[in-house]
């Protein structure tokens, strides 16, 4: 076990989806798993393992920002030899083209700051995802009909923003999406040589002011989980 994560190293697959919500893991993990155990509860950041379809996965919540991420990625690699980390998230439109309840697969992560800045000095690092998780992901969104966006998103360091003109070139450069963990995953999944990829589902929009609840927001996104593992284990 690591500071964070109270599992024994056999508790948690090689292949993790992480909900920055805990409970969202834990509803994630009864409705798609079976023989399912819970394996962490540190800090209250649930974590689950079970089995999909004959496969074992692991539900872990990672917290809301990219230094919380940071933290659970770096332990789930280093110490409980993760291979796959998909993210399954909720994210904020940019975009009029982008709906609520839309999908969002982050090819690219733009962000002004990561916990990996220090290590990057000057170079502006562009983190990417896993493209054969990105087009399995792709695949499975359009087999089962469900509108699906690729492209870059933004992640923030804040989440009550008042840069508006950041906001503004974000939009003219056509940015999908915000939301707060993705680029760090990509920085962390580049260095350790490990798949990731971000599955997000638009909870609400910047350009129109709709957003879900916060109880649509734990429970109503099923259609993520599913792309995600079927790009995980197809």
Request: aromatic fraction near 8%; hydrophobic fraction near 40%.
């Amino acid at each position: 076990m690591t500071i964070h994560i109270g599992a024994k190293k056999n508790d948690i697959a090689k292949t993790v989806l992480m909900p920055g919500d805990p409970l969202r893991a834990k509803w994630a993990a009864d409705k798609f798993l079976n023989n399912v155990q819970q394996v962490n509860a540190v800090r209250g950041m649930l974590g689950f393992t079970g089995k999909w379809k004959k496969n074992k996965v692991t539900f872990q919540g990672s917290g809301m920002g990219m230094p919380s991420l940071s933290i659970y990625v770096n332990e789930l690699i280093q110490t409980y030899k993760v291979k796959t980390l998909i993210r399954i998230g909720s994210a904020g439109a940019m975009q009029k083209r982008v709906k609520i309840r839309d999908i969002i697969l982050a090819m690219t992560a733009s962000s002004l700051s990561t916990p990996s800045s220090s290590i990057f000095r000057e170079i502006n690092f562009a983190p990417v995802a896993d493209f054969g998780l990105l087009n399995k992901a792709y695949k499975a969104s359009k087999k089962k009909k469900q509108t699906t966006h690729v492209g870059g998103i933004y992640s923030s360091d804040t989440f009550y923003d008042e840069r508006k003109d950041l906001t503004k070139e974000m939009i003219r450069h056509d940015v999908l999406a915000v939301e707060m963990e993705t680029a760090e995953l990509y920085n962390l999944a580049l260095r350790y040589k490990c798949r990731a990829l971000s599955v997000l589902t638009i909870s609400d929009h910047l350009l129109t002011g709709k957003a879900l609840s916060s109880k649509d927001r734990e429970t109503s996104f099923g259609e993520m989980v599913e792309i995600a593992l079927e790009a995980a284990f197809t």
